[in-house]
């Protein structure tokens, strides 16, 4: 029996001449939670649509649990990508009353918890007879949260779930979600903008840079590898001689970068250079905004 994960190898996606994804090799394992993050235009929302077969792939291939996930019913059955609503759009699904929308999507998701549904409306406090485009962009976020925790799909992609949300309710959202996750050991792959305030709940980060993964890895271990490392330029220079440094920042004779460690590793500082630890929205920003020195 295949192993229970969806594989991606060399996926690329091109719009025209243009290369949306770049080679992506990814695995996702069944039980975990991941974090994918990447500025806007990075192709996070076009990964995870190839990913769930609502886009295709130029070339490369995805498969779940061994079967391919392109026009196959069976794979399908356990993936779920729960689309972040578009406000401006007035066709199409966000037509549909909330109830109607609701319903549609229960009859393409065959383990869907009409229960679990219910109670989150309640919670919502949404009016069910209220057309989609009538709503306000939080109340968007609500129906595709509900999408995807209602599925019980084993494979359920979110992109953007907070969005718009006020933090009472974001903090409801990430205590439901693993909730459910602990009491079903489903896969999440939550894509977000509000990294810090998510990065708890992230077993392993994906970060994606113009189209290519440039990192997964289990969040804490990345946290315990990275480094800010600050003070005068020239000791800086010292310290870090022969690291890879990021995102160099100067101002006068001073400097600060980032450094990725070996697992294991650890740099001390001293009086003219401070060395402190960074959290998942620094080690980003250091990432994928600004050049490797």
């Keep these: 029996?295949?192993?229970?994960?969806?594989?991606?190898?060399?996926?690329?996606?091109?719009?025209?001449?243009?290369?949306?994804?770049?080679?992506?090799?990814l695995e996702l394992e069944k039980g975990k939670i991941y974090g994918l993050i990447g500025r806007n235009g990075a192709g996070k929302t076009t990964l995870l649509s190839i990913l769930s077969s609502q886009n295709p792939a130029?070339?490369?291939t995805v498969t779940c649990n061994g079967m391919p996930v392109w026009e196959n019913r069976e794979a399908l059955d356990h993936i779920c990508f729960s689309r972040e609503l578009n406000p401006i759009t007035g066709y199409g699904q966000n037509t549909y009353k909330i109830k109607d929308y609701?319903?549609?999507?229960?009859?393409?998701?065959?383990?869907?918890?009409?229960?679990?549904?219910?109670?989150?409306?309640?919670?919502?406090?949404?009016?069910?007879?209220?057309?989609?485009a009538k709503l306000s962009k939080g109340m968007m976020s609500m129906v595709t949260i509900i999408i995807a925790l209602a599925s019980k799909a084993d494979y359920t992609f979110l992109d953007e779930p907070v969005a718009g949300l006020d933090v009472v309710m974001r903090e409801y959202f990430?205590?439901?979600?693993?909730?459910?996750?602990?009491?079903s050991?489903?896969?999440?792959?939550?894509?977000?903008?509000?990294?810090?305030?998510?990065?708890?709940?992230?077993?392993?980060?994906?970060?994606?840079?113009?189209?290519?993964?440039?990192?997964?890895?289990?969040?804490?271990?990345?946290?315990?590898?990275?480094?800010?490392?600050?003070?005068?330029?020239?000791?800086v220079d010292v310290l870090t001689s022969g690291l890879?440094?990021?995102?160099?920042?100067?101002?006068?004779?001073s400097k600060g970068v980032m450094v990725m460690l070996e697992p294991g590793k650890e740099l001390l500082g001293n009086t003219e250079v401070t060395v402190q630890p960074m959290n998942l929205?620094?080690?980003?920003?250091?990432?994928?905004?600004?050049?490797?020195?």
């Design 281 to 293: 929205q620094q080690v980003f920003v250091a990432l994928c905004g600004g050049e490797e020195v």
């Design 185 to 235: 050991g489903r896969t999440f792959v939550i894509s977000t903008h509000i990294i810090e305030e998510a990065a708890d709940i992230f077993e392993e980060v994906i970060m994606i840079d113009r189209g290519k993964m440039i990192l997964k890895e289990n969040t804490q271990d990345l946290l315990d590898r990275c480094r800010h490392v600050s003070g005068k330029t020239e000791e």
């Design 58 to 60: 130029s070339s490369g």
């Design 1 to 25: 029996m295949s192993e229970e994960k969806i594989i991606a190898r060399n996926v690329v996606k091109t719009y025209g001449k243009k290369d949306v994804l770049h080679g992506i090799d």
């Design 244 to 253: 890879k440094t990021y995102h160099e920042e100067k101002l006068g004779r």
């Design 102 to 132: 609701l319903k549609a999507a229960s009859i393409y998701m065959p383990n869907w918890d009409q229960d679990l549904a219910n109670r989150l409306i309640e919670k919502f406090e949404l009016n069910k007879k209220k057309r989609i």
């Design 174 to 183: 990430y205590k439901v979600l693993l909730d459910e996750f602990a009491q």
